[in-house]
């Protein structure tokens, strides 16, 4: 990809000659003549690197590094400047600039110090990623055939660019897996901006999502950025983008299609540079079949679509996961004993991974240091229904049924040991029994 280069610089020929050179040695050069312009380019391009003159006709160039940075923190800067300036360059490095020539400048040295000075930008960012990485929480995958699926999509996802769609239950780790996929490429340089869809109303999504000029409304006082701007060079996850309500789809819509938008109050079309993550535990296809998200959307969002399969369906992964989720929730322990265990597995996890963790937190703060987790520190989890297959689940009436005969087998039948181990009174038990009875009659 050609380098794109900010050129601030208010002598028109200096610009001319800049151009002719650069562009010929595969620069993209976008040109500006004073700060005012410099500004607008910077908050709506995306640059790798920016020549900087310091006496410009609407201030000085040192005042522009602090500008620059605020947008883009790694930017590599190049001073030039007049040969009597050289306290003023020296200050522009202490401000933030990599490098300065003085005029006039031969283009020919000014090519070595710009690929010198983009060669150290990009380490510079390829080590801004690596401590972000050393940073993230850890996304455990586990050995079972769904999830090594899931992390083939989540690795080509994290190499590229497209937008992708994470689905499955609540709990099954479709927050973690997007901040995973941003964490992967280049853009972990940048911010992962989320936005949750289910709250957003019409005029938080101008105010909050697109920013305002000053004086849109009373209290603007300033110019402030929205959280496109944000995740300029970076990941917009859009969260349950299934409970996104109609209108606020119709403008979001415009706003994948062009990737530009405006500031409320302000008439310039900003643009913004985003990976698109979208997450929902809905189903999609049936809520378009249903009227209640729009089809274009649906094919804009979903062209990497990733499923995170429930925890029922991957028990196999359960041991593993434990010993992962204990070792980050910082205990000692790192595996259960065996009829702790089976009392996991013989679970049917609605809550998923959350839940999980959070009945894992429950038991360390209940067992006390230097002793073993029991299965009594687990006694929730004994009172509900055994785990059925995903496929075979019916409604909630069906499953207590099920459960209800279950429990009365492995009592041999007696409705009072029954009616004790289902925490219910005998009384209860009776009159669901009838009542099933009934239905079956
Ligand atoms: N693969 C995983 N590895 C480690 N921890 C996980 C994993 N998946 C989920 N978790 C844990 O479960 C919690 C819930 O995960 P997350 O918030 O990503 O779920 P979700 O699918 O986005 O749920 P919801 O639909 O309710 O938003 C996380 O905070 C994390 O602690
Ligand atoms: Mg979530």
């Known amino acids: 990809m050609k380098p794109n280069v900010l050129l601030i610089e208010d002598n028109a020929a200096t610009r001319f000659g800049f151009v002719r050179y650069f562009a010929k040695d595969g620069y993209d050069i976008v040109e500006a003549a004073n700060l005012a312009e410099a500004s607008i380019a910077m908050r709506t391009c995306r640059f790798d690197i920016v020549i900087l003159d310091i006496n410009l006709p609407d201030g000085s160039g040192i005042d522009f590094i602090e500008t620059a940075k605020a947008n883009d923190p790694l930017i590599p800067i190049i001073i030039i400047t007049g040969e009597g300036d050289i306290p003023l360059a020296v200050e522009a490095m202490q401000r933030g600039a990599d490098n300065f020539l003085t005029k006039p400048v031969d283009n020919a040295s000014l090519a070595v110090f710009m690929r010198k000075t983009l060669e150290i930008g990009d380490l510079k960012q390829q080590q801004s990623t690596r401590k972000r990485l050393e940073k993230k929480d850890d996304f455990f995958i586990g050995e079972t055939r769904?999830?090594?699926?899931?992390?083939?999509?989540?690795r080509a996802a994290g190499d590229g660019d497209i937008p992708v769609l994470i689905t499955g239950e609540t709990g099954t780790g479709k927050g973690m897996l997007a901040k995973w996929i941003h964490q992967q490429g280049e853009r972990a340089a940048h911010e992962c901006v989320e936005i949750n869809c289910s709250g957003l109303r019409g005029e938080m999504l101008s105010r909050e999502i697109f920013g305002h000029a000053r004086g849109a409304f009373t209290s603007a006082d300033q110019d402030r950025k929205g959280l496109l701007d944000i995740a300029n060079r970076g990941t917009l996850f859009l969260d349950k983008i299934g409970d996104m309500g109609m209108d606020v789809q119709a403008q979001f819509l415009k706003v994948l299609e062009d990737k530009s938008y405006r500031r409320l109050g302000d008439v310039k079309l900003l643009r913004s540079n985003f990976r698109l993550i979208c997450a929902t535990h809905h189903d999609l296809d049936s809520l378009v079949s249903s009227g209640?998200?729009?089809?274009?959307?649906?094919?804009?969002?979903?062209?990497?679509?990733?499923?995170?399969?429930?925890?029922r369906e991957r028990m196999d992964d359960l041991p593993a996961l434990v010993s992962h989720l204990l070792r980050?929730?910082?205990?000692?322990?790192s595996t259960l004993s065996d009829d702790v265990m089976k009392l996991l597995c013989g679970y049917s996890w609605p809550g998923n991974i959350r839940e999980l963790k959070n009945v894992l937190e429950r038991a360390l703060l209940l067992t006390p240091r230097g002793t073993t987790i029991r299965q009594t520190h687990f006694a929730n989890l004994a009172m509900t229904r055994p785990p059925l297959p995903y496929r075979q689940r019916g409604t909630i009436q069906e499953d207590e049924e099920a459960r209800i005969k279950a429990v009365l087998a492995e009592q041999g039948g007696n409705v009072e040991l029954a009616a004790k181990s289902l925490k219910v009174s005998r009384a209860t038990l009776y009159r669901r029994l009838i009542q099933i009875g009934r239905k079956q009659a």
């Open 146 to 154: 769904a999830m090594r699926n899931v992390h083939e999509l989540a």
């Open 292 to 311: 209640q998200f729009r089809h274009d959307l649906m094919y804009r969002i979903n062209m990497l679509s990733i499923h995170l399969p429930p925890l």
């Open 328 to 333: 980050s929730l910082g205990s000692g322990i």
